[in-house]
Protein backbone atom coordinates (compact mmCIF):
# COMPACT_ATOMS: atom_id res chain seq x y z
CA UNK A 1 0.00 0.00 0.00
CA UNK A 2 3.03 2.18 0.34
CA UNK A 3 3.89 2.83 -3.24
CA UNK A 4 7.24 3.84 -3.82
CA UNK A 5 8.16 7.10 -5.65
CA UNK A 6 8.99 6.92 -9.13
CA UNK A 7 9.41 8.78 -12.19
CA UNK A 8 6.82 9.76 -14.12
CA UNK A 9 6.01 7.79 -17.67
CA UNK A 10 5.07 11.08 -19.37
CA UNK A 11 6.80 14.32 -21.12
CA UNK A 12 4.56 16.10 -18.33
CA UNK A 13 5.72 19.64 -19.18
CA UNK A 14 4.68 19.43 -22.79
CA UNK A 15 1.21 19.33 -21.51
CA UNK A 16 1.59 22.53 -18.87
CA UNK A 17 1.94 24.84 -21.86
CA UNK A 18 0.37 27.35 -19.92
CA UNK A 19 -3.23 29.24 -20.13
CA UNK A 20 -5.16 27.94 -23.57
CA UNK A 21 -7.29 30.92 -24.89
CA UNK A 22 -7.90 31.76 -28.35
CA UNK A 23 -5.44 29.05 -29.67
CA UNK A 24 -2.46 29.92 -28.12
CA UNK A 25 -0.51 28.95 -25.45
CA UNK A 26 -0.04 31.35 -22.94
CA UNK A 27 1.79 32.06 -19.18
CA UNK A 28 -0.46 33.80 -16.62
CA UNK A 29 -0.47 37.23 -16.53
CA UNK A 30 0.79 37.49 -12.77
CA UNK A 31 3.44 34.93 -14.22
CA UNK A 32 2.23 32.44 -11.15
CA UNK A 33 1.73 28.95 -11.26
CA UNK A 34 0.28 25.91 -9.27
CA UNK A 35 2.02 21.98 -8.68
CA UNK A 36 0.29 19.26 -9.96
CA UNK A 37 0.72 16.26 -7.62
CA UNK A 38 0.19 12.41 -8.27
CA UNK A 39 -1.89 10.59 -5.17
CA UNK A 40 0.26 7.71 -5.46
CA UNK A 41 3.71 8.57 -5.04
CA UNK A 42 3.19 12.27 -3.99
CA UNK A 43 5.72 13.42 -6.61
CA UNK A 44 5.17 16.90 -8.55
CA UNK A 45 4.43 16.23 -12.11
CA UNK A 46 4.02 19.54 -13.78
CA UNK A 47 3.58 23.35 -12.97
CA UNK A 48 0.54 25.13 -14.52
CA UNK A 49 -0.46 28.16 -14.86
CA UNK A 50 -2.15 30.37 -12.53
CA UNK A 51 -5.09 32.58 -13.72
CA UNK A 52 -6.25 35.77 -12.56
CA UNK A 53 -8.86 38.23 -13.17
CA UNK A 54 -7.04 39.50 -16.34
CA UNK A 55 -6.55 35.97 -17.87
CA UNK A 56 -10.24 35.40 -17.05
CA UNK A 57 -10.94 38.14 -19.28
CA UNK A 58 -8.95 37.61 -21.61
CA UNK A 59 -10.55 34.19 -22.24
CA UNK A 60 -14.03 35.73 -22.46
CA UNK A 61 -12.74 37.98 -24.92
CA UNK A 62 -11.54 35.44 -26.82
CA UNK A 63 -14.50 32.92 -26.93
CA UNK A 64 -16.42 36.27 -27.66
CA UNK A 65 -14.13 36.87 -31.24
CA UNK A 66 -14.77 33.40 -31.79
CA UNK A 67 -18.89 33.03 -30.94
CA UNK A 68 -19.98 34.21 -34.87
CA UNK A 69 -18.20 32.25 -36.78
CA UNK A 70 -18.83 29.24 -34.90
CA UNK A 71 -22.92 30.11 -34.94
CA UNK A 72 -22.51 30.35 -38.45
CA UNK A 73 -20.55 27.29 -39.02
CA UNK A 74 -22.79 24.87 -40.62
CA UNK A 75 -23.79 22.05 -38.94
CA UNK A 76 -21.96 19.35 -40.42
CA UNK A 77 -18.74 20.88 -40.04
CA UNK A 78 -19.40 21.14 -36.22
CA UNK A 79 -20.15 17.52 -36.67
CA UNK A 80 -17.15 16.66 -38.67
CA UNK A 81 -14.82 18.54 -36.46
CA UNK A 82 -16.46 17.04 -33.44
CA UNK A 83 -15.69 13.49 -34.72
CA UNK A 84 -11.48 14.19 -35.38
CA UNK A 85 -12.16 15.10 -32.17
CA UNK A 86 -13.27 11.52 -31.09
CA UNK A 87 -10.70 9.93 -33.16
CA UNK A 88 -8.17 12.10 -32.20
CA UNK A 89 -9.25 10.66 -28.16
CA UNK A 90 -9.02 7.07 -29.13
CA UNK A 91 -5.72 7.51 -31.12
CA UNK A 92 -4.38 8.88 -27.77
CA UNK A 93 -6.47 6.82 -25.59
CA UNK A 94 -3.38 5.07 -23.55
CA UNK A 95 -1.41 8.15 -23.24
CA UNK A 96 -4.63 9.78 -21.70
CA UNK A 97 -5.31 7.15 -19.30
CA UNK A 98 -2.18 7.02 -17.96
CA UNK A 99 -2.20 10.72 -17.42
CA UNK A 100 -5.83 10.59 -15.71
CA UNK A 101 -4.02 7.55 -13.47
CA UNK A 102 -1.17 9.72 -12.52
CA UNK A 103 -3.00 13.05 -12.03
CA UNK A 104 -5.93 11.65 -10.53
CA UNK A 105 -4.49 8.59 -8.87
CA UNK A 106 -7.34 6.06 -10.49
CA UNK A 107 -6.31 2.86 -11.67
CA UNK A 108 -5.30 2.40 -15.23
CA UNK A 109 -8.52 0.25 -16.14
CA UNK A 110 -10.56 2.46 -14.93
CA UNK A 111 -8.84 5.79 -16.62
CA UNK A 112 -9.21 3.56 -19.59
CA UNK A 113 -12.64 3.37 -19.06
CA UNK A 114 -13.43 7.03 -18.65
CA UNK A 115 -11.53 7.48 -21.70
CA UNK A 116 -13.24 5.77 -23.89
CA UNK A 117 -16.60 7.13 -22.03
CA UNK A 118 -14.76 10.17 -22.49
CA UNK A 119 -14.42 10.40 -25.85
CA UNK A 120 -17.73 9.01 -26.72
CA UNK A 121 -19.34 12.33 -26.01
CA UNK A 122 -17.46 13.87 -29.39
CA UNK A 123 -18.67 10.70 -30.96
CA UNK A 124 -22.55 11.37 -29.95
CA UNK A 125 -22.72 15.29 -30.17
CA UNK A 126 -20.92 14.90 -33.93
CA UNK A 127 -24.07 12.95 -34.77
CA UNK A 128 -26.18 14.99 -32.66
CA UNK A 129 -25.15 18.10 -34.01
CA UNK A 130 -26.79 17.38 -37.52
CA UNK A 131 -30.20 16.80 -36.16
CA UNK A 132 -31.42 19.89 -34.48
CA UNK A 133 -34.46 21.18 -35.64
CA UNK A 134 -37.07 23.09 -35.56
CA UNK A 135 -40.81 23.61 -35.44
CA UNK A 136 -43.39 24.85 -37.89
CA UNK A 137 -47.31 24.93 -37.21
CA UNK A 138 -50.48 27.11 -37.65
CA UNK A 139 -51.36 28.50 -34.52
CA UNK A 140 -54.74 27.43 -33.28
CA UNK A 141 -56.59 31.16 -34.41
CA UNK A 142 -55.46 30.15 -37.42
CA UNK A 143 -54.12 34.10 -37.64
CA UNK A 144 -50.25 33.25 -37.89
CA UNK A 145 -47.48 30.71 -38.17
CA UNK A 146 -45.58 29.72 -35.27
CA UNK A 147 -42.09 28.96 -36.28
CA UNK A 148 -39.54 27.89 -33.50
CA UNK A 149 -35.98 27.97 -33.88
CA UNK A 150 -33.46 27.00 -31.25
CA UNK A 151 -30.40 28.96 -31.53
CA UNK A 152 -26.81 28.43 -29.51
CA UNK A 153 -27.04 30.22 -25.99
CA UNK A 154 -24.03 32.00 -26.30
CA UNK A 155 -20.24 31.79 -23.96
CA UNK A 156 -20.56 29.32 -21.53
CA UNK A 157 -18.03 28.97 -18.65
CA UNK A 158 -17.66 25.35 -17.82
CA UNK A 159 -16.44 23.92 -14.49
CA UNK A 160 -15.15 20.54 -13.70
CA UNK A 161 -14.17 18.06 -10.60
CA UNK A 162 -11.43 16.34 -10.37
CA UNK A 163 -12.42 12.35 -10.30
CA UNK A 164 -13.68 12.68 -14.31
CA UNK A 165 -10.92 14.53 -15.49
CA UNK A 166 -11.73 14.05 -19.25
CA UNK A 167 -15.39 12.69 -18.82
CA UNK A 168 -16.81 15.74 -16.99
CA UNK A 169 -15.30 18.05 -19.81
CA UNK A 170 -16.00 16.33 -22.59
CA UNK A 171 -19.95 15.89 -21.43
CA UNK A 172 -19.83 19.53 -21.46
CA UNK A 173 -17.75 20.62 -24.51
CA UNK A 174 -18.70 18.30 -26.91
CA UNK A 175 -22.71 19.45 -26.65
CA UNK A 176 -21.90 22.75 -26.18
CA UNK A 177 -19.94 23.02 -29.28
CA UNK A 178 -22.79 20.77 -31.17
CA UNK A 179 -24.97 23.76 -30.07
CA UNK A 180 -22.43 26.05 -31.65
CA UNK A 181 -21.39 27.90 -28.38
CA UNK A 182 -17.62 28.67 -27.66
CA UNK A 183 -16.51 27.45 -24.47
CA UNK A 184 -14.38 28.47 -21.32
CA UNK A 185 -13.48 25.13 -19.44
CA UNK A 186 -11.82 25.89 -16.05
CA UNK A 187 -10.82 22.36 -14.82
CA UNK A 188 -10.37 20.86 -11.32
CA UNK A 189 -6.54 22.16 -9.86
CA UNK A 190 -5.80 19.07 -8.34
CA UNK A 191 -6.23 17.65 -12.43
CA UNK A 192 -5.89 20.26 -14.63
CA UNK A 193 -3.28 18.07 -16.92
CA UNK A 194 -5.86 16.32 -18.82
CA UNK A 195 -7.82 19.39 -19.84
CA UNK A 196 -4.76 20.59 -21.17
CA UNK A 197 -3.84 17.24 -23.00
CA UNK A 198 -7.65 17.58 -24.55
CA UNK A 199 -6.74 21.45 -25.49
CA UNK A 200 -3.65 20.07 -27.10
CA UNK A 201 -6.02 18.14 -30.03
CA UNK A 202 -8.58 20.55 -30.97
CA UNK A 203 -6.77 22.83 -33.07
CA UNK A 204 -5.57 19.37 -35.19
CA UNK A 205 -9.22 18.08 -35.27
CA UNK A 206 -10.03 21.68 -36.64
CA UNK A 207 -11.92 23.50 -33.77
CA UNK A 208 -11.11 27.28 -34.48
CA UNK A 209 -8.78 29.33 -32.46
CA UNK A 210 -11.39 31.16 -29.46
CA UNK A 211 -13.89 28.21 -29.69
CA UNK A 212 -12.27 25.88 -26.73
CA UNK A 213 -10.33 27.94 -24.21
CA UNK A 214 -8.90 25.89 -20.79
CA UNK A 215 -7.86 28.13 -17.52
CA UNK A 216 -6.52 26.72 -14.71
CA UNK A 217 -6.53 28.73 -11.13
CA UNK A 218 -5.90 28.67 -7.17
CA UNK A 219 -8.62 30.93 -6.74
CA UNK A 220 -11.71 29.65 -8.85
CA UNK A 221 -14.20 31.68 -6.54
CA UNK A 222 -13.20 35.31 -7.78
CA UNK A 223 -12.10 34.13 -11.32
CA UNK A 224 -15.69 32.60 -12.38
CA UNK A 225 -17.47 35.66 -10.78
CA UNK A 226 -15.35 37.57 -13.24
CA UNK A 227 -16.57 35.55 -15.94
CA UNK A 228 -20.44 35.50 -14.81
CA UNK A 229 -20.07 39.39 -14.39
CA UNK A 230 -19.44 39.23 -17.95
CA UNK A 231 -22.76 40.48 -20.14
CA UNK A 232 -21.53 38.32 -22.79
CA UNK A 233 -21.17 34.82 -20.83
CA UNK A 234 -25.10 33.79 -21.20
CA UNK A 235 -24.63 29.76 -19.84
CA UNK A 236 -22.69 28.25 -16.84
CA UNK A 237 -22.40 24.36 -16.51
CA UNK A 238 -21.24 22.85 -13.76
CA UNK A 239 -20.06 19.45 -12.10
CA UNK A 240 -19.25 19.91 -8.48
CA UNK A 241 -20.32 19.49 -4.60
CA UNK A 242 -23.75 20.56 -3.95
CA UNK A 243 -22.60 23.40 -1.22
CA UNK A 244 -20.04 25.02 -4.33
CA UNK A 245 -22.93 24.76 -6.73
CA UNK A 246 -25.49 26.61 -4.45
CA UNK A 247 -22.42 29.41 -4.74
CA UNK A 248 -22.28 29.45 -8.24
CA UNK A 249 -26.38 29.48 -8.53
CA UNK A 250 -26.19 32.77 -6.80
CA UNK A 251 -23.72 33.83 -8.71
CA UNK A 252 -25.13 33.33 -12.01
CA UNK A 253 -28.69 34.56 -10.60
CA UNK A 254 -26.96 38.49 -10.99
CA UNK A 255 -26.89 38.80 -14.69
CA UNK A 256 -29.68 35.68 -14.85
CA UNK A 257 -27.50 33.32 -16.20
CA UNK A 258 -28.82 29.42 -17.54
CA UNK A 259 -27.34 27.14 -15.11
CA UNK A 260 -26.91 23.45 -15.70
CA UNK A 261 -25.68 21.62 -12.57
CA UNK A 262 -24.71 17.95 -11.95
CA UNK A 263 -23.77 18.22 -7.88
CA UNK A 264 -22.84 15.54 -5.41
CA UNK A 265 -24.99 12.19 -4.62
CA UNK A 266 -26.15 9.94 -2.08
CA UNK A 267 -26.65 7.06 -3.91
CA UNK A 268 -28.65 4.13 -2.25
CA UNK A 269 -28.28 0.34 -3.21
CA UNK A 270 -31.07 -2.11 -2.76
CA UNK A 271 -30.88 -5.69 -2.43
CA UNK A 272 -34.09 -7.47 -2.23
CA UNK A 273 -33.89 -11.34 -0.67
CA UNK A 274 -34.74 -12.86 -4.00
CA UNK A 275 -32.00 -11.02 -6.19
CA UNK A 276 -29.24 -13.12 -7.82
CA UNK A 277 -26.76 -12.90 -5.29
CA UNK A 278 -23.89 -13.26 -7.80
CA UNK A 279 -25.09 -10.75 -10.15
CA UNK A 280 -25.56 -8.72 -7.34
CA UNK A 281 -22.34 -8.93 -5.65
CA UNK A 282 -20.78 -8.04 -9.23
CA UNK A 283 -22.96 -5.41 -9.42
CA UNK A 284 -22.22 -3.80 -5.63
CA UNK A 285 -18.45 -3.94 -7.20
CA UNK A 286 -19.34 -1.52 -9.86
CA UNK A 287 -21.52 0.71 -7.94
CA UNK A 288 -18.78 1.26 -5.01
CA UNK A 289 -15.39 0.62 -6.35
CA UNK A 290 -15.36 2.09 -10.21
CA UNK A 291 -12.98 5.09 -9.11
CA UNK A 292 -12.16 3.60 -5.69
CA UNK A 293 -15.55 4.80 -4.89
CA UNK A 294 -14.40 8.22 -6.11
CA UNK A 295 -18.42 8.54 -8.43
CA UNK A 296 -20.99 10.58 -7.70
CA UNK A 297 -22.91 7.96 -8.35
CA UNK A 298 -21.41 5.54 -6.24
CA UNK A 299 -22.94 3.44 -3.92
CA UNK A 300 -23.58 5.15 -0.66
CA UNK A 301 -25.43 3.46 1.19
CA UNK A 302 -26.21 -0.49 0.88
CA UNK A 303 -29.77 -1.43 1.71
CA UNK A 304 -29.94 -5.01 1.71
CA UNK A 305 -32.89 -7.07 2.94
CA UNK A 306 -32.58 -9.31 6.01
CA UNK A 307 -33.07 -12.89 4.11
CA UNK A 308 -29.91 -12.09 1.91
CA UNK A 309 -28.20 -10.00 4.27
CA UNK A 310 -25.51 -11.98 5.90
CA UNK A 311 -24.47 -13.55 2.79
CA UNK A 312 -23.74 -10.60 0.31
CA UNK A 313 -22.14 -9.08 3.70
CA UNK A 314 -19.72 -11.95 3.47
CA UNK A 315 -19.77 -12.18 -0.31
CA UNK A 316 -19.07 -8.49 -0.54
CA UNK A 317 -16.28 -8.77 2.58
CA UNK A 318 -14.22 -11.49 0.22
CA UNK A 319 -14.42 -9.41 -3.07
CA UNK A 320 -13.57 -6.10 -1.17
CA UNK A 321 -10.39 -7.54 0.74
CA UNK A 322 -9.48 -9.41 -2.93
CA UNK A 323 -8.86 -5.94 -4.27
CA UNK A 324 -5.34 -5.15 -5.21
CA UNK A 325 -4.75 -1.16 -3.65
CA UNK A 326 -1.75 0.64 -5.05
CA UNK A 327 -0.29 2.90 -7.76
CA UNK A 328 -2.41 3.82 -10.21
CA UNK A 329 -0.11 3.21 -12.64
CA UNK A 330 0.22 -0.27 -11.89
CA UNK A 331 -1.19 -2.35 -14.59
CA UNK A 332 -2.05 -4.80 -10.98
CA UNK A 333 -3.94 -2.45 -9.43
CA UNK A 334 -8.00 -2.22 -8.77
CA UNK A 335 -8.07 0.49 -6.32
CA UNK A 336 -5.51 3.58 -6.26
CA UNK A 337 -4.74 5.89 -3.77
CA UNK A 338 -7.72 9.03 -3.06
CA UNK A 339 -7.04 12.37 -4.59
CA UNK A 340 -5.88 13.93 -1.83
CA UNK A 341 -4.80 13.27 2.14
CA UNK A 342 -7.70 15.76 3.22
CA UNK A 343 -9.86 13.06 1.05
CA UNK A 344 -8.35 10.12 3.33
CA UNK A 345 -9.21 11.82 7.03
CA UNK A 346 -12.41 12.46 5.85
CA UNK A 347 -13.14 8.70 4.65
CA UNK A 348 -11.23 7.79 8.35
CA UNK A 349 -13.86 10.19 9.95
CA UNK A 350 -16.92 8.56 8.68
CA UNK A 351 -15.41 5.09 9.53
CA UNK A 352 -14.71 6.13 12.90
CA UNK A 353 -17.89 7.93 13.62
CA UNK A 354 -19.81 4.70 12.39
CA UNK A 355 -17.60 2.90 14.42
CA UNK A 356 -18.18 4.69 17.39
CA UNK A 357 -21.76 4.28 17.24
CA UNK A 358 -21.59 0.80 17.23
CA UNK A 359 -21.25 -0.53 13.59
CA UNK A 360 -18.42 -3.66 12.73
CA UNK A 361 -15.85 -3.42 10.31
CA UNK A 362 -15.61 -6.82 8.52
CA UNK A 363 -12.32 -5.65 6.23
CA UNK A 364 -9.96 -2.64 5.97
CA UNK A 365 -11.35 0.09 7.73
CA UNK A 366 -7.18 1.48 8.40
CA UNK A 367 -5.84 4.49 6.34
CA UNK A 368 -2.33 3.77 4.70
CA UNK A 369 0.44 5.18 6.12
CA UNK A 370 3.36 6.29 4.06
CA UNK A 371 3.74 7.75 0.73
CA UNK A 372 0.55 8.46 -1.14
CA UNK A 373 -3.39 8.99 -0.06
CA UNK A 374 -4.19 5.21 0.56
CA UNK A 375 -7.30 3.82 2.16
CA UNK A 376 -8.34 -0.09 1.63
CA UNK A 377 -11.21 -1.29 0.82
CA UNK A 378 -13.76 -1.45 3.74
CA UNK A 379 -17.13 -3.21 4.55
CA UNK A 380 -19.05 -1.83 7.48
CA UNK A 381 -21.93 -4.06 8.98
CA UNK A 382 -25.03 -2.76 11.18
CA UNK A 383 -24.42 1.02 10.27
CA UNK A 384 -26.63 3.05 12.72
CA UNK A 385 -29.08 5.02 10.56
CA UNK A 386 -27.80 8.15 12.45
CA UNK A 387 -24.35 8.22 11.33
CA UNK A 388 -22.53 10.66 9.62
CA UNK A 389 -21.99 8.64 6.40
CA UNK A 390 -25.99 8.05 5.95
CA UNK A 391 -25.84 11.91 5.09
CA UNK A 392 -22.57 12.71 3.17
CA UNK A 393 -20.96 11.48 0.69
CA UNK A 394 -17.99 9.08 1.28
CA UNK A 395 -16.53 9.11 -1.59
CA UNK A 396 -13.96 6.29 -1.50
CA UNK A 397 -13.64 2.14 -0.82
CA UNK A 398 -16.23 1.87 1.97
CA UNK A 399 -19.27 0.17 1.80
CA UNK A 400 -22.00 0.69 4.50
CA UNK A 401 -24.79 -2.27 4.88
CA UNK A 402 -28.21 -1.45 6.15
CA UNK A 403 -30.52 -3.96 6.93
CA UNK A 404 -34.50 -3.43 6.01
CA UNK A 405 -37.52 -5.62 6.27
CA UNK A 406 -40.27 -4.80 3.60
CA UNK A 407 -40.22 -2.80 0.37
CA UNK A 408 -41.85 -0.04 1.63
CA UNK A 409 -39.50 0.67 4.40
CA UNK A 410 -36.31 0.14 1.53
CA UNK A 411 -38.36 3.19 -0.36
CA UNK A 412 -38.55 5.33 2.41
CA UNK A 413 -34.95 5.11 3.80
CA UNK A 414 -33.62 5.18 0.35
CA UNK A 415 -34.99 8.83 -0.30
CA UNK A 416 -34.17 9.99 3.51
CA UNK A 417 -32.04 12.60 1.93
CA UNK A 418 -31.35 15.95 0.32
CA UNK A 419 -30.02 13.94 -3.23
CA UNK A 420 -31.33 12.56 -5.68
CA UNK A 421 -28.67 11.48 -8.74
CA UNK A 422 -28.47 7.40 -8.79
CA UNK A 423 -30.20 4.60 -7.35
CA UNK A 424 -29.60 1.06 -7.50
CA UNK A 425 -32.32 -1.51 -7.02
CA UNK A 426 -31.52 -5.90 -7.38
CA UNK A 427 -34.56 -8.24 -7.70
CA UNK A 428 -35.52 -10.87 -9.95
CA UNK A 429 -39.02 -9.50 -9.33
CA UNK A 430 -39.71 -6.92 -12.69
CA UNK A 431 -42.52 -5.67 -10.91
CA UNK A 432 -41.19 -5.00 -7.62
CA UNK A 433 -38.18 -3.49 -9.48
CA UNK A 434 -39.83 -1.10 -11.20
CA UNK A 435 -42.70 -0.25 -8.41
CA UNK A 436 -39.45 0.61 -6.55
CA UNK A 437 -37.30 2.22 -9.34
CA UNK A 438 -40.93 4.74 -9.53
CA UNK A 439 -40.83 5.26 -5.88
CA UNK A 440 -37.33 6.24 -5.37
CA UNK A 441 -36.56 10.09 -5.90
CA UNK A 442 -33.52 9.84 -8.54
CA UNK A 443 -32.94 11.04 -11.63
CA UNK A 444 -31.21 7.61 -12.54
CA UNK A 445 -31.87 3.62 -11.42
CA UNK A 446 -29.81 0.54 -12.79
CA UNK A 447 -32.10 -2.01 -12.21
CA UNK A 448 -30.47 -5.36 -11.94
CA UNK A 449 -26.84 -3.43 -12.70
CA UNK A 450 -24.08 -1.34 -11.50
CA UNK A 451 -23.45 1.43 -14.15
CA UNK A 452 -26.19 3.58 -14.97
CA UNK A 453 -23.35 6.32 -16.83
CA UNK A 454 -24.36 6.22 -20.80
CA UNK A 455 -23.44 9.40 -22.95
CA UNK A 456 -26.69 8.47 -25.00
CA UNK A 457 -28.75 8.40 -21.83
CA UNK A 458 -29.79 11.68 -19.84
CA UNK A 459 -27.24 11.75 -17.03
CA UNK A 460 -28.62 13.88 -14.08
CA UNK A 461 -30.19 13.97 -10.44
CA UNK A 462 -33.32 15.68 -8.85
CA UNK A 463 -33.21 17.53 -5.11
CA UNK A 464 -30.09 18.85 -4.54
CA UNK A 465 -28.23 16.99 -7.06
CA UNK A 466 -28.74 18.95 -9.98
CA UNK A 467 -30.48 21.34 -12.77
CA UNK A 468 -30.72 19.90 -16.11
CA UNK A 469 -29.21 17.08 -18.10
CA UNK A 470 -25.83 15.71 -19.89
CA UNK A 471 -26.10 13.29 -22.66
CA UNK A 472 -29.14 11.38 -23.79
CA UNK A 473 -31.04 12.07 -27.27
CA UNK A 474 -31.69 15.90 -26.93
CA UNK A 475 -30.94 16.71 -23.55
CA UNK A 476 -27.29 17.73 -23.50
CA UNK A 477 -27.31 20.23 -26.81
CA UNK A 478 -30.62 21.42 -25.40
CA UNK A 479 -28.62 22.90 -22.31
CA UNK A 480 -27.19 24.96 -24.50
CA UNK A 481 -29.48 25.85 -26.86
CA UNK A 482 -32.37 28.62 -26.94
CA UNK A 483 -35.85 28.46 -27.90
CA UNK A 484 -36.45 31.19 -30.31
CA UNK A 485 -40.71 31.89 -31.24
CA UNK A 486 -41.33 33.62 -34.45
CA UNK A 487 -44.94 34.35 -34.76
CA UNK A 488 -45.23 34.93 -38.80
CA UNK A 489 -47.94 36.41 -40.55
CA UNK A 490 -47.90 34.70 -44.55
P1 LIG B 1 -15.89 20.98 -5.89
O1 LIG B 1 -15.02 21.25 -4.73
O2 LIG B 1 -17.27 21.51 -5.86
O3 LIG B 1 -15.10 21.52 -7.17
C1 LIG B 1 -15.60 21.37 -8.47
C2 LIG B 1 -15.03 22.46 -9.34
O4 LIG B 1 -15.49 23.73 -8.86
C3 LIG B 1 -13.50 22.54 -9.34
O5 LIG B 1 -13.08 22.93 -10.62
C4 LIG B 1 -13.25 23.65 -8.33
O6 LIG B 1 -12.02 24.31 -8.50
C5 LIG B 1 -14.38 24.58 -8.65
N1 LIG B 1 -14.70 25.51 -7.59
C6 LIG B 1 -14.50 25.39 -6.25
N2 LIG B 1 -14.95 26.49 -5.61
C7 LIG B 1 -15.42 27.33 -6.56
C8 LIG B 1 -16.00 28.62 -6.54
N3 LIG B 1 -16.21 29.28 -5.42
N4 LIG B 1 -16.36 29.18 -7.72
C9 LIG B 1 -16.18 28.53 -8.87
N5 LIG B 1 -15.63 27.30 -8.97
C10 LIG B 1 -15.26 26.71 -7.82
O7 LIG B 1 -16.05 19.42 -6.16
P2 LIG B 1 -14.90 18.33 -6.28
O8 LIG B 1 -14.42 18.00 -4.93
O9 LIG B 1 -13.92 18.72 -7.31
O10 LIG B 1 -15.72 17.10 -6.89
C11 LIG B 1 -16.42 16.21 -6.12
C12 LIG B 1 -17.90 16.57 -6.10
O11 LIG B 1 -18.40 16.59 -7.43
C13 LIG B 1 -18.74 15.53 -5.39
O12 LIG B 1 -19.72 16.18 -4.62
C14 LIG B 1 -19.37 14.74 -6.52
O13 LIG B 1 -20.57 14.09 -6.19
C15 LIG B 1 -19.58 15.83 -7.53
N6 LIG B 1 -19.71 15.26 -8.89
C16 LIG B 1 -20.93 15.28 -9.47
C17 LIG B 1 -21.10 14.72 -10.73
C18 LIG B 1 -22.43 14.72 -11.40
O14 LIG B 1 -22.47 14.46 -12.60
N7 LIG B 1 -23.53 15.00 -10.72
C19 LIG B 1 -20.00 14.17 -11.39
C20 LIG B 1 -18.76 14.17 -10.76
C21 LIG B 1 -18.63 14.74 -9.49
P3 LIG B 1 -10.75 23.89 -7.60
O15 LIG B 1 -10.37 22.56 -8.06
O16 LIG B 1 -9.76 24.93 -7.87
O17 LIG B 1 -11.23 23.89 -6.17
Same mark, same amino acid.
Given at each position: MNAPQKTPALDFPAFAKGLYIGGDWRAAKSGKTINVTDPSSEAVLAAVADAGLEDAAAAVDAAAAAAR????? +?? %?? %?????????????? $???????????? =????????????????????? /?????????? *????? !???? =??IIVDYQPMGIAVLITPWNFPAAMATRKIAPALAAGCTVILKPATETPLTAYALADLFAEAGVPPGVVNVLTTSTP??? #??? @? &??????????????????????????? /?????? @??????? +????????DLELALDGVMVAKMRNAGEACTAANRIYVQSGIHDAFAEGLAKRMAALKVGEGVDEATECGPMITRKAVE?????????????????????????????? +?? #??? #???????? @???????? !?????? $????? *???? *??? /???????????? #? %???? $??????????????? &?? %???????????????????????????????? @? *????IAASI
Open positions: GWRQT +PP %RQ %RSEILRRCFELMIA $RADMLARLISHE =NGKALRDARGEVAYAAEFFRW /NAEEAVRISG *EYGLA !PSGA =NRGPV #TNA @M &LADPRVRKLSFTGSTGVGRALLSEAGK /NVISCS @MELGGNA +PFVVFDDAKIDRLVSDAVGRGAKITCGGKKGEGTGFFY +PP #TVI #TDVPDDSE @MVREEIFG !PVAPLY $RFETE *EEAI *ERA /NDTEYGLAAYVF #T %RDIG $RGLRVAGGIEAGMIA &LN %RGLVSDPAAPFGGVKQSGLGREGGQHHGIAEY @M *EAKY
